[in-house]
């Protein structure tokens, strides 16, 4: 099973819920915005964490309520792609890329750059990358540590209109070359159905 | 007017600038602990800590320097202590003279400091955490480069501060030539000889000239700190 996940969490007057057990590579998790996607991505990275329920990725029991197991973040090993891409602003894109990197990776660093094609960026600071640079890069650095899983909270929404193919497609190969369990978020309906092969929808609070 | 410095003068002014350092040096990662645990804890008397670090601030000057004398005092609960078990002695030392300045410092050290811990982004510390990174090293990695601006502005402040500082000093550690003679109390020892107003316009444009360079470093690095470099990020 690569995706088992029941938690739930209040936040303010809302619960924010989900239950999906499935054996999928990509999950595309689709609602409309407030619905708490980021949150549950927070809550499995272990940046929030769920007044109940568990999470297994891939057979590893991140939190279980229950059993009393909550990794640190440090340890879960996710790959997260965050919406607004957080690349440390004070390091060159060679640091940033380095900054992750764990032995145990399915790619090494050429790989990682040969494959993204930002090989000729690493002396630039983030801030002088593009919108669709800056996501590459991300997904470098997210690779390069060794991930368990990979979890993307709309890995298009900085990145202009020509670059998201490019992106787009880079998503499919990490999906059918690199063999990470995915979780996809999107509340565009069109991404889902192209890139997901389970799509969960986040019920509307 | 002759300018022409004499040994006692460079004297004064070496004393100074020692003083200064050293209640800045001492001082920085007290600023920063404090402004730390202000910015980023929530606990319940976090109002009256806050109002503490700003005491030196309001207080006048002569009240901080009194309660100086009761606690770093021969017989003070801590200056006793300080001779028992360290033999060592603030009061009327120019080590007196730095603690006086360090407190004075305090305030605006830990306000510049807090403002550049409160203005690094959060989010970028869990992005490292996912990265694996520890709460240490992230902290040493991200927190504290990004807030290194705010660090040496509040320095530079701190250092301007305690370079003018004169009343809480003088009720501490009184004018003794050479020891705690600083410029500040250097001008007010010699305006009260009658024809030394050289010897007083002398220390004068020094202090202005050293509190000046401080401020305007304060005020580069400040400008740098606040400057949009990050715009993938807010």
């Known amino acids: 099973m690569s995706f088992d996940i029941a938690v739930r969490r209040r936040l303010g007057d809302r619960d924010i819920a989900l239950q999906c057990r499935a054996d999928a ?103 002088t990358l593009s919108g669709g640079e800056a996501q590459r890069v991300a997904i470098g650095r997210a690779l390069l540590s060794a991930p368990r899983f990979l979890l993307m909270d709309e890995p298009l929404s900085g990145v202009d209109r020509a670059r998201r193919e490019e992106i787009m497609r880079l998503i499919e190969r990490l999906r059918d070359d690199m063999r990470l369990p995915i979780l996809y978020v999107t509340h565009d309906l069109r991404e889902a159905e192209r890139l997901a092969d389970r799509i969960v929808e986040m019920p509307d609070t | 007017m002759d300018f022409s410095l004499s040994p006692q003068d460079w004297t004064v002014i070496g004393l100074s600038l020692k003083v200064s350092l050293v209640a800045v040096a001492a001082m920085l990662p007290i ?108 902290f040493l990695s991200i927190s504290l480069p990004l807030s290194l601006p705010g660090v040496f502005a509040g320095a530079m402040l701190g250092f301007a501060r305690s370079i003018g500082e004169f009343g809480a000093t003088i009720t501490f550690v009184s004018d003794i030539p050479g020891e705690t003679r600083t410029l500040p109390i250097a001008i007010y020892a010699a305006l009260q000889v009658p024809g030394a107003e050289t010897a007083v316009s002398r220390f004068a444009l020094i202090s202005v000239l050293l509190s000046l360079g401080a401020l305007l470093m304060s005020e580069i690095l400040a400008r740098r700190a606040t400057q949009g470099r990050m715009p993938h990020v807010l």
């Open chain 1, 25 to 127: 590579r990509l999950i595309a998790l689709i609602g409309p915005s407030g619905a708490g996607k980021t949150s549950l991505l927070n809550m499995i990275a272990g940046l929030l964490t769920p007044d109940a329920g568990h999470i297994r990725i891939d057979g590893e029991t991140l939190f279980d309520s229950a059993a009393r197991i909550d990794l640190a973040p440090a340890d879960r090993h996710a790959g997260y792609l965050f919406q607004d891409v957080r690349l440390f602003p004070h390091m060159r894109v060679d640091r940033n890329l380095r900054y992750g990197r764990r032995p145990g990776g399915s790619l090494s660093q050429a790989e990682v750059l040969d494959f993204l094609g930002i090989g000729h960026l690493l002396h630039r600071m983030p801030a």
């Open chain 2, 31 to 138: 600023a920063f602990a404090l402004a730390w645990v202000l910015a980023r804890w929530r606990f319940p008397g976090k109002l009256l800590l806050d109002a503490l670090v700003h005491l030196p601030l309001v207080v006048p000057p002569v009240v901080t320097g009194w309660l100086l004398l009761l606690l770093f005092g021969i017989n003070g609960p801590i200056g006793s202590r300080l001779d028992q078990w360290f033999g060592v002695t603030l009061l009327f030392r120019w080590t007196g003279a730095a603690l006086a300045a360090a407190i004075m410092a305090m305030p605006l050290m830990v306000r510049a400091m807090r403002l550049s811990i409160e203005s690094v982004d959060r989010r970028l510390e869990q992005a490292a955490q996912t990265l694996g990174a520890s709460p240490l090293r992230s």
